[in-house]
Protein backbone atom coordinates (compact mmCIF):
# COMPACT_ATOMS: atom_id res chain seq x y z
CA UNK A 1 0.00 0.00 0.00
CA UNK A 2 1.08 3.54 -0.72
CA UNK A 3 1.88 5.57 2.44
CA UNK A 4 3.36 8.64 3.31
CA UNK A 5 3.38 10.13 6.97
CA UNK A 6 4.68 12.91 8.26
CA UNK A 7 5.93 13.59 11.42
CA UNK A 8 8.06 15.89 13.38
CA UNK A 9 6.02 19.31 13.80
CA UNK A 10 5.17 21.38 16.84
CA UNK A 11 5.53 24.86 18.54
CA UNK A 12 8.57 26.79 17.78
CA UNK A 13 9.71 29.94 18.44
CA UNK A 14 10.53 32.50 16.02
CA UNK A 15 14.04 32.24 14.62
CA UNK A 16 14.46 28.70 16.01
CA UNK A 17 15.10 25.12 13.87
CA UNK A 18 12.99 22.31 13.29
CA UNK A 19 12.92 19.19 11.10
CA UNK A 20 9.71 17.61 9.74
CA UNK A 21 9.73 13.54 8.13
CA UNK A 22 7.73 11.96 5.84
CA UNK A 23 8.01 8.46 6.08
CA UNK A 24 7.42 7.00 2.80
CA UNK A 25 5.83 2.89 2.20
CA UNK A 26 4.74 1.15 -1.38
CA UNK A 27 7.28 3.46 -3.56
CA UNK A 28 11.06 4.09 -3.16
CA UNK A 29 11.57 7.23 -2.73
CA UNK A 30 15.19 7.38 -4.61
CA UNK A 31 13.44 6.93 -7.91
CA UNK A 32 10.89 9.43 -7.76
CA UNK A 33 10.41 13.42 -7.50
CA UNK A 34 9.51 14.24 -3.75
CA UNK A 35 8.14 17.76 -2.91
CA UNK A 36 6.90 19.33 0.20
CA UNK A 37 4.25 21.70 -0.18
CA UNK A 38 2.77 24.20 3.09
CA UNK A 39 -0.37 25.30 3.27
CA UNK A 40 -1.04 28.07 6.04
CA UNK A 41 -4.44 28.31 8.49
CA UNK A 42 -7.33 28.97 6.12
CA UNK A 43 -5.35 30.01 2.68
CA UNK A 44 -3.89 28.32 -0.61
CA UNK A 45 -1.63 25.71 -1.04
CA UNK A 46 1.94 26.85 -1.54
CA UNK A 47 4.80 24.89 -3.11
CA UNK A 48 7.95 24.71 -0.93
CA UNK A 49 10.81 22.15 -2.68
CA UNK A 50 10.98 19.73 -4.72
CA UNK A 51 14.02 16.97 -4.63
CA UNK A 52 14.50 15.12 -7.82
CA UNK A 53 15.94 11.38 -8.46
CA UNK A 54 19.27 13.14 -9.42
CA UNK A 55 19.36 14.40 -5.57
CA UNK A 56 19.00 18.20 -7.30
CA UNK A 57 16.78 20.34 -5.17
CA UNK A 58 14.76 23.42 -5.67
CA UNK A 59 12.94 25.87 -3.93
CA UNK A 60 10.15 28.67 -3.62
CA UNK A 61 11.77 32.07 -3.13
CA UNK A 62 10.26 32.57 0.12
CA UNK A 63 11.92 29.75 1.61
CA UNK A 64 15.43 29.53 0.18
CA UNK A 65 18.72 29.93 1.72
CA UNK A 66 16.51 28.91 5.02
CA UNK A 67 14.96 25.24 4.29
CA UNK A 68 16.90 22.27 3.07
CA UNK A 69 15.15 18.85 1.81
CA UNK A 70 16.81 15.66 1.81
CA UNK A 71 15.94 12.20 1.79
CA UNK A 72 17.29 8.86 3.03
CA UNK A 73 17.39 6.00 0.51
CA UNK A 74 17.70 3.16 3.18
CA UNK A 75 15.06 4.76 5.46
CA UNK A 76 12.58 5.40 2.11
CA UNK A 77 11.94 8.66 3.59
CA UNK A 78 11.92 12.57 3.26
CA UNK A 79 12.94 15.34 5.22
CA UNK A 80 12.94 19.01 5.24
CA UNK A 81 15.48 21.22 7.48
CA UNK A 82 13.82 24.51 8.67
CA UNK A 83 15.97 27.10 10.05
CA UNK A 84 15.82 30.15 10.66
CA UNK A 85 11.92 29.63 10.82
CA UNK A 86 9.59 33.21 10.58
CA UNK A 87 5.85 33.87 11.71
CA UNK A 88 5.05 32.82 8.26
CA UNK A 89 6.40 29.78 8.01
CA UNK A 90 3.53 28.42 10.06
CA UNK A 91 1.69 26.34 8.05
CA UNK A 92 0.62 22.50 7.47
CA UNK A 93 3.28 20.72 5.43
CA UNK A 94 2.53 17.83 3.86
CA UNK A 95 4.57 15.78 1.61
CA UNK A 96 3.73 14.52 -1.79
CA UNK A 97 5.24 12.19 -4.72
CA UNK A 98 5.57 14.11 -8.13
CA UNK A 99 4.72 11.89 -11.24
CA UNK A 100 5.53 12.61 -14.79
CA UNK A 101 9.12 13.30 -14.66
CA UNK A 102 11.06 14.99 -16.50
CA UNK A 103 8.35 17.76 -17.02
CA UNK A 104 7.07 19.10 -13.73
CA UNK A 105 4.10 16.65 -12.76
CA UNK A 106 1.27 16.34 -10.44
CA UNK A 107 1.52 15.78 -6.69
CA UNK A 108 -0.45 12.10 -5.78
CA UNK A 109 -0.30 10.57 -3.11
CA UNK A 110 -0.32 13.13 -0.66
CA UNK A 111 0.35 12.71 3.01
CA UNK A 112 -1.94 14.02 5.84
CA UNK A 113 0.17 16.64 6.96
CA UNK A 114 2.50 17.82 9.98
CA UNK A 115 1.17 21.22 11.44
CA UNK A 116 3.91 23.60 12.49
CA UNK A 117 3.34 26.36 14.43
CA UNK A 118 5.96 29.62 15.11
CA UNK A 119 5.08 32.05 17.49
CA UNK A 120 6.74 33.22 20.96
CA UNK B 1 7.45 35.71 -9.27
CA UNK B 2 4.85 33.35 -11.56
CA UNK B 3 1.41 33.40 -10.49
CA UNK B 4 -1.82 31.43 -11.74
CA UNK B 5 -5.50 32.92 -11.21
CA UNK B 6 -8.50 31.20 -10.49
CA UNK B 7 -11.43 32.72 -8.81
CA UNK B 8 -12.18 33.20 -5.59
CA UNK B 9 -15.50 31.76 -5.74
CA UNK B 10 -18.12 29.98 -7.85
CA UNK B 11 -21.57 28.81 -6.84
CA UNK B 12 -24.15 25.99 -8.23
CA UNK B 13 -26.73 24.52 -7.67
CA UNK B 14 -27.09 20.54 -7.50
CA UNK B 15 -27.36 19.26 -11.02
CA UNK B 16 -25.87 22.07 -12.90
CA UNK B 17 -22.51 22.96 -14.29
CA UNK B 18 -19.28 24.58 -12.32
CA UNK B 19 -16.24 25.76 -14.41
CA UNK B 20 -13.70 26.84 -12.57
CA UNK B 21 -10.75 28.60 -14.84
CA UNK B 22 -6.87 28.69 -14.11
CA UNK B 23 -5.33 31.54 -16.20
CA UNK B 24 -1.46 31.84 -16.65
CA UNK B 25 1.03 33.23 -19.27
CA UNK B 26 3.18 29.78 -19.08
CA UNK B 27 -0.28 27.37 -19.33
CA UNK B 28 0.83 26.53 -23.05
CA UNK B 29 4.41 25.45 -22.32
CA UNK B 30 3.17 23.20 -19.00
CA UNK B 31 0.37 20.87 -17.91
CA UNK B 32 -2.02 22.02 -15.76
CA UNK B 33 -3.24 19.70 -12.41
CA UNK B 34 -6.55 20.27 -10.38
CA UNK B 35 -6.71 19.22 -6.78
CA UNK B 36 -10.11 18.89 -5.04
CA UNK B 37 -9.74 19.54 -1.24
CA UNK B 38 -12.06 19.35 1.74
CA UNK B 39 -11.78 20.52 5.22
CA UNK B 40 -9.38 18.85 7.01
CA UNK B 41 -8.28 16.74 4.58
CA UNK B 42 -5.06 16.69 2.14
CA UNK B 43 -5.60 17.59 -1.11
CA UNK B 44 -6.37 14.78 -3.71
CA UNK B 45 -5.78 14.78 -7.30
CA UNK B 46 -8.71 15.12 -9.87
CA UNK B 47 -7.06 16.27 -13.01
CA UNK B 48 -4.14 15.66 -14.49
CA UNK B 49 -2.38 16.66 -18.11
CA UNK B 50 -4.59 19.14 -18.48
CA UNK B 51 -7.52 16.29 -19.37
CA UNK B 52 -6.65 13.33 -17.91
CA UNK B 53 -8.84 11.69 -15.01
CA UNK B 54 -7.21 9.75 -12.65
CA UNK B 55 -9.00 6.26 -11.37
CA UNK B 56 -11.86 6.62 -8.66
CA UNK B 57 -12.46 10.49 -9.84
CA UNK B 58 -16.43 10.71 -11.05
CA UNK B 59 -16.51 11.17 -14.98
CA UNK B 60 -18.55 14.31 -13.94
CA UNK B 61 -15.29 15.96 -13.30
CA UNK B 62 -13.37 17.07 -16.89
CA UNK B 63 -10.40 19.61 -17.68
CA UNK B 64 -9.71 21.61 -20.42
CA UNK B 65 -6.74 23.74 -22.36
CA UNK B 66 -6.93 26.91 -24.43
CA UNK B 67 -4.35 29.09 -24.55
CA UNK B 68 -3.58 30.57 -21.37
CA UNK B 69 -6.64 29.63 -19.63
CA UNK B 70 -6.72 25.81 -18.19
CA UNK B 71 -10.74 25.09 -17.17
CA UNK B 72 -12.18 22.46 -14.19
CA UNK B 73 -15.26 21.39 -15.32
CA UNK B 74 -17.64 19.26 -12.94
CA UNK B 75 -20.96 18.34 -14.51
CA UNK B 76 -24.09 17.69 -12.51
CA UNK B 77 -22.62 18.71 -9.63
CA UNK B 78 -23.82 17.33 -6.50
CA UNK B 79 -22.97 18.86 -2.84
CA UNK B 80 -20.27 16.16 -2.15
CA UNK B 81 -18.29 18.01 -4.26
CA UNK B 82 -18.53 21.46 -2.20
CA UNK B 83 -14.62 22.17 -1.75
CA UNK B 84 -11.75 24.32 -2.45
CA UNK B 85 -10.06 23.47 -5.56
CA UNK B 86 -6.45 24.19 -6.25
CA UNK B 87 -4.97 24.41 -10.24
CA UNK B 88 -1.37 23.33 -10.01
CA UNK B 89 1.38 23.84 -13.47
CA UNK B 90 5.26 25.35 -13.38
CA UNK B 91 6.70 28.55 -14.11
CA UNK B 92 8.28 29.14 -17.68
CA UNK B 93 11.20 27.78 -17.09
CA UNK B 94 9.86 24.14 -15.71
CA UNK B 95 11.34 24.89 -12.80
CA UNK B 96 9.16 25.99 -10.15
CA UNK B 97 5.97 24.74 -9.26
CA UNK B 98 3.07 27.09 -8.49
CA UNK B 99 -0.39 26.83 -7.42
CA UNK B 100 -3.23 28.93 -8.06
CA UNK B 101 -4.88 30.74 -5.34
CA UNK B 102 -7.76 28.37 -4.96
CA UNK B 103 -11.91 28.45 -5.98
CA UNK B 104 -14.28 27.63 -3.24
CA UNK B 105 -17.24 25.54 -4.82
CA UNK B 106 -20.34 26.43 -2.78
CA UNK B 107 -23.51 24.13 -4.22
CA UNK B 108 -26.60 26.04 -3.73
Known amino acids: EVQLVESGGGLIQPGGSLRVTCAVSGFPVSNNYMSWVRQAPGKGLEWVSV???????YYADSVKGRFTISRDNSKNTLYLQMDSLRVEDTAMYYC??????????????WGQGTLVTVSS | SYELTQPPSVSVSPGQTARITCSGDALPKHYAYWYQQKPGQAPVLVIYKDSERPSGIPERFSGSSSGTTVTLTISGVQAEDEADYYC???????????FGGGTKLTVL
Open chain 1, 96 to 109: ARESGAPFVGWFDP
Open chain 2, 88 to 98: QSADSAGTYRV
Open chain 1, 51 to 57: IYISGST
